[in-house]
């Protein structure tokens, strides 16, 4: 039988926090023959791959352990999206969890022309334990009267994750392997291409998000990085606005190139508002 929703999951030298995100994959009220779960392990082999096929035998899912020796996270989506045979997919973080009804609202919600995004709630620990985050922001904003304007709800483009996207809408798109920062907001904007409407799962649908934080001298590291990536970010949404003109909403363009702007430029010394 073949799955209704494929969930891609990347992960690298994982440990106890990837069996929560699966524990909570396996508690999922829609039917198991409705989803199939491709778990893509990447980089190190051993002792990861054997101890994931170990406590895969506690799962009634179905679950497809794939492995590259390639490290990083776009390409290992990429390997989830070539293996994937649902008619919709949709992309989970190996840290973050789901809440039981998840798959289920995101199938009831679904639609073949759109995506269909869940409420996120970000945490730091425990659950319970909420954070603030622009997800969560702008799954309060959305405007059901305007859910055929991408531009509207342009913060819900910015993450390919908490959302059920057709096979259809992406087609040959891939993650850019070149980008280590924004490789999630490009891929959306390549999406919105064929995006007619954008639908919202009930607020108990949710997709909690692991908020972790780094120290100042490993942020300073991650802001060189970022900036070599906006300047690339900059390029590439260029390139594909002006090759494919009349597939993109012009005014989604501008926003992203000015959200680029602002974090190469600004982000360190203005306060978003």
Same mark, same amino acid.
């Given at each position: 039988?073949?799955?209704?929703?494929?969930?891609?999951?990347?992960?690298?030298?994982?440990?106890?926090?990837?069996?929560?995100?699966?524990?909570?994959?396996?508690? &999922? #009220?829609?039917?198991?023959?409705?989803?199939?779960?491709?778990?893509?392990?990447?980089?190190?082999?051993?002792?990861?791959?054997?101890?994931?096929?170990?406590?895969?035998?506690?799962?009634?899912?179905?679950?497809?352990?794939?492995?590259?020796?390639?490290?990083?996270?776009?390409?290992?989506?990429?390997?989830?999206?070539?293996?994937?045979?649902?008619?919709?997919?949709?992309?989970?973080?190996?840290?973050?969890?789901?809440?039981?009804?998840?798959?289920?609202?995101?199938?009831?919600?679904?639609?073949?022309?759109?995506?269909?995004?869940?409420?996120?709630?970000?945490?730091?620990?425990?659950?319970?334990?909420?954070?603030?985050?622009?997800?969560?922001?702008?799954?309060?904003?959305?405007?059901?009267?305007?859910?055929?304007?991408?531009?509207?709800?342009?913060?819900?483009?910015?993450?390919?994750?908490?959302?059920?996207?057709?096979?259809?809408?992406?087609?040959?798109?891939?993650?850019?392997?070149?980008?280590?920062?924004?490789?999630?907001?490009?891929?959306?904007?390549?999406?919105?291409?064929?995006?007619? &409407?954008?639908?919202?799962?009930?607020?108990?649908?949710?997709?909690?998000?692991?908020?972790?934080?780094?120290?100042?001298?490993?942020?300073?590291?991650?802001?060189?990085?970022? &900036?070599?990536?906006?300047?690339?970010?900059?390029?590439?949404?260029?390139?594909?606005?002006?090759?494919?003109?009349?597939?993109?909403?012009?005014?989604?363009?501008?926003?992203?190139?000015?959200? #680029?702007?602002?974090?190469?430029?600004?982000?360190?010394?203005?306060?978003?508002?």
């Amino acid at each position: 039988m073949t799955p209704e929703i494929s969930i891609i999951i990347p992960t690298y030298a994982p440990g106890e926090l990837l069996r929560m995100c699966l524990d909570s994959l396996e508690q &999922q #009220t829609l039917g198991k023959d409705a989803y199939e779960v491709c778990l893509v392990l990447n980089g190190d082999k051993e002792p990861y791959y054997a101890n994931i096929k170990e406590y895969l035998k506690n799962y009634k899912m179905k679950v497809h352990l794939i492995y590259s020796e390639h490290k990083g996270v776009s390409f290992a989506r990429n390997l989830g999206i070539d293996f994937a045979k649902g008619k919709y997919l949709t992309f989970i973080d190996d840290d973050d969890l789901v809440s039981p009804n998840y798959l289920e609202q995101l199938t009831k919600n679904s639609c073949d022309n759109g995506i269909t995004v869940a409420n996120m709630i970000a945490f730091r620990g425990q659950v319970e334990n909420v954070a603030d985050h622009y997800l969560s922001s702008a799954y309060q904003r959305y405007d059901v009267g305007k859910k055929k304007n991408v531009f509207r709800h342009r913060s819900l483009l910015s993450s390919a994750c908490c959302k059920l996207i057709p096979r259809t809408l992406i087609g040959d798109i891939r993650f850019r392997t070149n980008l280590s920062h924004g490789e999630d907001s490009f891929f959306m904007f390549m999406v919105s291409a064929g995006i007619r &409407q954008i639908n919202v799962t009930p607020s108990s649908a949710i997709y909690y998000i692991r908020k972790r934080d780094d120290s100042s001298s490993r942020r300073k590291e991650n802001r060189r990085k970022k &900036q070599k990536m906006e300047i690339k970010l900059f390029y590439f949404y260029t390139k594909e606005y002006f090759s494919h003109i009349k597939k993109y909403n012009l005014l989604f363009y501008v926003s992203r190139i000015v959200a #680029t702007a602002y974090k190469l430029f600004l982000e360190d010394y203005v306060r978003p508002l």
